[in-house]
């Protein structure tokens, strides 16, 4: 009697039990797939457009998105527009703060209202001149179309676009067949990939862009002064 | 004829908490706005983090977690905005971040309304504690990749850094919501997924201001508030007790949104203190602030 009692209600506890497992084991497999889908949508938006820059001061791109809590103050202290926040859809990490020279260049404002904006370290305050910020490298892309360099026009429209003209970027000459060329020619280590340059470009598709370092030079960025 | 109904209540009372919830909701949002729009830059910013009157930063706390965990480190700033942010969801109700402040809110109170007038059924019911799971899940993979994760999607922030900065396609989160709540799940988005729900219910576990069923008694046994709100399973307690059981709902769930105070005929609940003397009908004026 006392063990017909017992067996129904120890195998209903049982499966009591089962169900219950297989639900938490259900939740938590969901939940690890998403978390899975998370990080690696997360890995995609690391890699962005290269013609999206980040705001001057902005840490290792790594580090960038562990920091910048995507507020958007960088943004509204930007005297010029120049920068924006990344929308959904857009194919970097959402909400972080980028631009793109050829719209609207980075101005090099002597105070770097934009990093001392920035609640975070996302914008370093170790950044104190403009002029050691590295948002990029500017890299003469178009050697086939700049009307400089094809001899086609003394242009000089990135050289005169330059904040810091002389320094980042001089025309160098070039004597060919009897004829003189002035060529655009980038300083490294003083180019801060502000973009003035690739913006003011007259060409239909600027000659001259604004590149990530890393991307153009390989010993690991170092900005030299 | 049959019904007993008390005294007939206004309109204003019936609508009460649903009208200051969502003046509240539109008033944050609208403090956002008026500086984009009209140049009167009284905050800056978004629900992330934010600069009022060129002075007291308020930065989420949730994200903050996600950023320590990642990179092992904050700044003041950041940590400051956090506190000042957690300290009052501390005191009011941890869910009061949901259905007074955040945008989303609207959208699924929005779902639930129209999948009230379809009679559509509750659908998918996830796990009770999928939500914390998955909180569990943004603060661990964040520590994993070094990156703040649940900001690729959250649409929290989504939605909102979309009305103030420009919305690309948030618009597609915002419809997913809709439809989920719709379709899919009952309450689903916010009763049962949304991590930074459940984060801020975690900060409000000890909230001392709550909502209580003061005069259970008069309970008519109609229903609506459970039909009414977000998340029913936390008025039973209070409700259906009997003798020295609280009154009080204590739930971390309970978001404080006061919608079973305006739809209860009989006038069973209202904004209490939780700790001290059990609050009664003793008062069952209906004039009491939710401070
Ligand atoms: S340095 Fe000036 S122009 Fe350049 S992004 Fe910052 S605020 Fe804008
Ligand atoms: S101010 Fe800093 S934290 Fe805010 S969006 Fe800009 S970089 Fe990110
Ligand atoms: S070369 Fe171009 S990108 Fe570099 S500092 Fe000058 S204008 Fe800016
Ligand atoms: S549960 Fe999430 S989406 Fe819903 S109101 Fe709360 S914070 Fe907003």
Partial sequence: ?225 | MIETAPARRSLWQRQRWLTLRRSSQLAILGLFLIGPWFDIWWAKGNLAASLWFDTIPLTDPMIVVQSFVALGEVTATALVGAVLVAGFYVMVGGRVFCSWVCPVNIITDAAHWTRQRLRIPPGWRPHPALRMWLLAMCVATSAWTGTIVWELVNPVTLVQRGIVFGLGFGWIIIASIFLFDVVVSRRGWCGHLCPVGAFYGILGVASPVRIAAVAREACSDCGDCFEVCPEPQVITPALRGVDQSTRVIVARDCTNCGRCIDVCPDEVFRFAWRYGAEPTVATPERTNKPS
């Fill in chain 1, 1 to 225: 009697m006392s063990n017909g009692n017992k067996l129904p209600r120890s195998s209903e506890h049982s499966a009591e039990r089962r169900r219950f497992i297989a639900g938490t084991a259900q939740a938590a497999g969901s939940v690890s797939l998403v978390g899975l889908l998370l990080a690696s949508y997360g890995e995609q938006a690391r890699t962005h457009p290269v013609a999206a820059l980040r705001p001057p001061g902005a840490i290792d791109e790594q580090d960038f998105l562990g920091a910048c809590v995507r507020c958007g103050l960088c943004v509204r202290d930007c005297p010029f527009d120049t920068l924006r926040l990344a929308r959904f859809g857009e194919s970097m990490a959402t909400g972080t703060p980028y631009f793109i020279a050829r719209d609207v260049p980075c101005e090099m404002c002597t105070d770097i209202p934009c990093a001392a904006a920035c609640p975070t370290d996302a914008l370093s305050k170790s950044l104190t001149d403009i002029g050691d910020a590295d948002m990029g490298v500017a890299v003469v892309t178009g050697t086939d179309t700049c009307y400089s360099i094809t001899g086609v026009a003394h242009c000089t429209a990135c050289y005169f676009a330059c904040p810091i003209k002389n320094e980042a970027i001089t025309m160098e000459m070039k004597q060919e067949n009897g004829k003189v060329f002035f060529v655009p020619t980038v300083h490294r280590e003083h180019c801060t990939g502000c973009g003035k340059c690739e913006k003011d470009c007259i060409l239909p598709e600027a000659a001259i862009k604004v590149l990530p370092r890393d991307l153009v030079s390989h010993d690991s960025g170092a900005h030299i002064d």
